[in-house]
């Protein structure tokens, strides 16, 4: 039987998946107890929250995904589809 290989995981990404399963039980947790003693408005005021924090958290992580890759095109030492560079003896 093939053993599978472990793959890297950046820890930025293993902290934006700890982050928001954290932040998620928590407003779950909240949510429900709110449900419990009939705040109903303390409960819209979490939802509020949360989808905030999960937008703003997304739209980080993207942008620093996309930045990311965007200087790694730029600054990397060799890129194979760059022919600009290279002289040809035309002669």
């Not at 449900?35 to 992580?61: D, K, L, P, R, S």
Request: charge should be negative.
């Amino acid at each position: 039987m093939a053993k599978k290989k472990n793959t890297y995981v950046q820890f930025s990404k293993r902290m934006v998946v700890f982050v928001n399963t954290a932040v998620t039980v928590i407003s779950v947790m909240a949510v429900l107890f709110c449900y419990v003693v009939e705040a109903m408005t303390v409960m819209q005021h979490i939802v509020e929250a949360y989808i905030g924090f999960a937008t703003i958290c997304f739209a980080a992580y993207s942008g620093n995904s996309a930045v990311e890759k965007w200087l790694v095109w730029k600054y990397a030492p060799y890129r194979s589809g760059d022919t600009d560079d290279e002289e040809t003896d035309n002669g």
